[in-house]
């Protein structure tokens, strides 16, 4: 029966003979799939002995959890696919799964240069020729028309490039920055091949730099690559704060100075001033400019800036016109004829020089100036004619100017048409050029210049003369001062002007960096300490600090006075300037916490009291401490200035293993240290010198502004020739943060401001007292600054709040103190 096969628990115990069966029937089927693999494998001429591997490996059993029920990753997606698996999902939402390539673009790339005018094998043959060559910055104020005025020699020198009506293309700003702000960030160069009023060609490397203050370095990295530079100022603006600085700047590095007044279209449409105004205008600015030479050179061979000279041109780069009193001069002489004199008649065309229409000669009666009459009038003619009478007048004033114009072009929009026919006027520019070519040196006249201000070997050598003559055959010399990046911003691209020898492409060179001494062969080397010390009390030095006298900090800035000099010069100097007395000024050890830092350690010591011999020997390691001390002081771990730390007594070890640097440096810091906190230290915060130009009703909002932020006004004045006026302020760099901003709310965006750092300044109070209390979110009232700025300060650099004085002092000079009472207000 069935139920006899089958136990209680439903398991079969009947015969195996059904199982057998089943294995007989499951190894026929597995024989007639054997046989019809062998079939196809014979088919395939597979070889025998792979046959014989693959049948092992079929007849081989396989486990259930090693069964391959689905295709790897890698069969799927193929071998050169990552995948990964993940078992949570540990990705923002924001981040896509699979992430789209970028490609980072930081700069404007041209992958084609745009046509020139003139040959680039002939500009390549202009190198060979030093003589023809001028190297030329572009310097000037914020907004003053240098970028647009370098489109405007693009687009002469490639015709295929122009300027969409009412845009300016800022092809000079290659980043992308520059061109949504608006605004030069990076100094750029470009070369052009222009000719001057004798259409002689040059090779003319510009510079083009940045106005605003803040990007001063760029300004100085490409100054320093140049011959000679090219101040532009705006003409309704006048002299403003960073045109100042760049004059003097310009100066000290012993440059050419050249000046172009732009913008001259603003005196004309918007001021609106007659060309009698628009001449004292003009004559102003240069009158500022000159003054401001004089004051900060005493050169006497420097020739002056005026228009009569050549070294003063006039543009306006909205309309693509330059021009100086020659370029305009010679267009009369094309008129005229080969009998008119363009030099001579040049040379009287500026100042009190006026011109009788009767006689036609110039006389000195109070008559029409030849600049107005020559030069001002036809302008300002030429705008009206333009400007008002397009249909009718104007066709004949181009007929007798000898300008075309198609229907097209004479069908224009007032502004671009305006451009037009000011740019086929007077847009040549030869004028820019004839300026730079006969008051910038060539690279070969300036060399010698540039070499005694740049080269710290000797002058006598072989490189130095190689490179005084620019010789071509020399050692290859290259002073590089800027880096561009490439498209993606991932590598640089050295900039450097070729001193002396021939560069190559794929030529080894070696780059020097700046502290790069010959009498070392690498610039960086491993080192490795040879020996530790204990600091025990072997040595004790005494001191006090005191504050220097006025001006003196500045003096020693601006290098006036040097620690270089020998003894007996540099006490000349502070006995004759400061009154020090011969003993003081002829002990000056050092400048602190550089060589032109704003303090001195001086050496105040008797010879019959200190063994000054020993003394000479830790000179070096004393003032190595001083320096420490005065980089980073007790109150703030910051700069230490305007004090003067006298050396009063000196004991020192006489064992020349108990005075080495490891025992003597960090002493001398601690004494230094102690004498400043002992001294009644006193904090000292940056102050901005603002210039704010702003109509007149905005005078008072300015004023406001200025008040609240802690500023204090030295100058209001107008602005000679135009409605604005210009206010002079200083205020403290911790308030100037959003000053611009608030500036700009008050007076409705009409104001316009430029701070740089002008000087430092005491801060309020005492950083020391600690009856003081900082409340959180609250202004502090002015005796309460110092203590603020000093705690928070600390607290920002992980320091205590407090100054303690205990570690600068042992237990004795502690209990003297205490009885002194010299310690009430300074904390343990």
Not at 272 to 279: E, I, M, R, S
């Amino acid at each position: 029966m069935e139920s006899d096969l089958y136990d209680e628990f439903g398991n079969y115990i009947g015969p195996e003979i059904e199982s057998e069966e089943e294995a007989d029937e499951e190894a026929e089927e597995i024989d007639k799939v054997f046989d019809e693999n062998d079939d196809r494998n014979d088919q395939q001429m597979v070889p025998v002995e792979e046959e014989e591997d693959d049948a092992q490996t079929d007849n081989q059993v396989v486990l259930h959890e090693d069964k391959k029920y689905y295709p790897t990753a890698e069969e799927v997606y193929g071998p050169d696919v990552e995948t990964i698996v993940q078992e949570e999902d540990t990705q923002a939402l924001s981040q896509p799964i699979i992430a789209p390539i970028k490609i980072k673009k930081f700069s404007h790339h041209v992958s084609q240069l745009p046509e020139t005018s003139y040959n680039l094998e002939f500009m390549a043959d202009l190198m060979d020729n030093t003589d023809l060559i001028r190297n030329v910055a572009i310097i000037g104020h914020l907004h003053h028309g240098k970028t647009s005025f370098v489109d405007c020699i693009v687009e002469q020198t490639h015709p295929e490039v122009y300027q969409k009506e009412g845009k300016s293309f800022r092809f000079t700003d290659t980043l992308y920055t520059e061109q949504e702000r608006g605004v030069s960030i990076k100094s750029s160069p470009l070369t052009f091949v222009m000719q001057d009023l004798k259409s002689k060609s040059y090779l003319i490397n510009l510079f083009d730099t940045p106005g605003h203050v803040n990007f001063s370095d760029e300004v100085t990295a490409a100054i320093r690559m140049c011959d000679g530079v090219v101040l532009f100022v705006d003409a309704a603006e006048g002299v403003m704060l960073n045109t100042e600085r760049l004059l003097k700047h310009a100066i000290q590095e012993g440059l050419a100075l050249t000046v172009c007044i732009n913008k001259i279209d603003r005196l004309i449409m918007e001021l609106k001033l007659p060309p009698q105004d628009a001449y004292y205008k003009l004559r102003h600015i240069l009158d500022e400019l000159n003054s401001l030479v004089t004051l900060y050179t005493d050169d006497t061979s420097r020739p002056i800036l005026s228009p009569l000279v050549g070294n003063v041109c006039f543009a306006s780069s909205q309309f693509s016109i330059c021009f100086s009193l020659r370029s305009f001069a010679h267009m009369y002489s094309q008129t005229y004829g080969n009998d008119f004199n363009a030099n001579e008649f040049a040379k009287r065309l500026w100042g009190d020089i006026y011109f009788n229409h009767e006689t036609r000669k110039p006389i000195n009666v109070q008559s029409q100036r030849t600049f107005v009459e020559f030069i001002l009038e036809p302008l300002y003619k030429l705008f009206a004619q333009v400007v008002g009478d397009v249909d009718t007048s104007l066709p004949s004033l181009l007929d007798e100017l000898g300008i075309k114009l198609t229907r097209a072009e004479m069908k224009m929009n007032i502004r671009p048409l305006l451009r037009l026919i000011c740019s086929r006027f007077l847009g040549d520019f030869n004028g820019f050029v004839d300026m730079c070519v006969e008051h910038i040196p060539s690279p070969k006249d300036n060399a010698e210049h540039k070499i005694r201000s740049t080269w710290t070997g000797p002058i006598e050598s072989p490189l130095a003369q190689a490179m005084i003559k620019c010789d071509a055959e020399g050692p290859l010399v290259v002073h590089t001062s800027k880096q561009y990046t490439t498209q993606d911003a991932s590598t640089f691209h050295v900039f450097g002007l070729v001193l002396s020898g021939t560069l190559y492409s794929k030529q080894t060179v070696k780059v020097l960096g700046e502290s790069y001494s010959h009498l070392d062969e690498e610039d960086s080397r491993l080192l490795t300490v040879g020996r530790l010390w204990i600091y025990e009390s072997r040595n004790k030095i005494t001191m006090i600090a005191e504050p220097l006298e006025k001006g003196l900090a500045e003096d020693i800035e601006n290098e006036v006075v040097q620690i270089s000099w020998n003894r007996k010069k540099l006490g000349e100097f502070f006995q004759t300037k400061y009154d020090w007395d011969l003993l003081a000024a002829r002990s000056i050890w050092a400048f602190g916490p550089d060589q032109s830092g704003p303090n001195i350690l001086v050496d105040d010591t008797l010879p019959s009291e200190v063994d000054k011999n020993l003394l000479g020997l830790v000179k070096d390691s004393i003032v190595q401490g001083f320096q420490w001390a005065s980089r980073e002081g007790p109150l703030c771990e910051e700069p230490i200035r305007n004090v003067k730390f006298k050396i009063l007594d000196a004991v020192i070890a006489s064992e020349a293993i108990h005075r080495g640097g490891g025992q003597i440096i960090p002493t001398s810091r601690r004494v230094a240290y102690s004498a400043f906190l002992m001294a009644t230290p006193r904090l000292m915060e940056p102050y901005y010198f603002v210039e704010v130009l702003a109509p007149a009703d905005c005078v008072s909002a300015v004023y406001t502004v200025l008040a609240k932020r802690r500023g204090h006004i030295t100058q209001d004045i107008p602005v000679p020739g135009s409605p604005l006026y210009t206010v002079k302020a200083f205020v403290p760099a911790i308030d100037s943060f959003g000053f611009e901003t608030d500036l700009r709310t008050h007076t409705q965006g009409q104001a316009f401001c430029l701070s740089v750092f002008h000087h430092w300044q005491i801060v309020p109070g005492d950083p020391l007292d600690k009856s003081i209390v900082i409340r959180p979110l609250e202004p502090q009232p002015a005796p309460h600054l110092a203590r603020e700025f000093m705690v928070k300060t600390r607290r920002r650099k992980g320091l205590s709040e407090d100054v303690s004085i205990n570690k600068f002092f042992d237990d004795p000079m502690l209990l003297e103190l205490a009885k002194q009472d010299v310690m009430l207000s300074y904390p343990l």
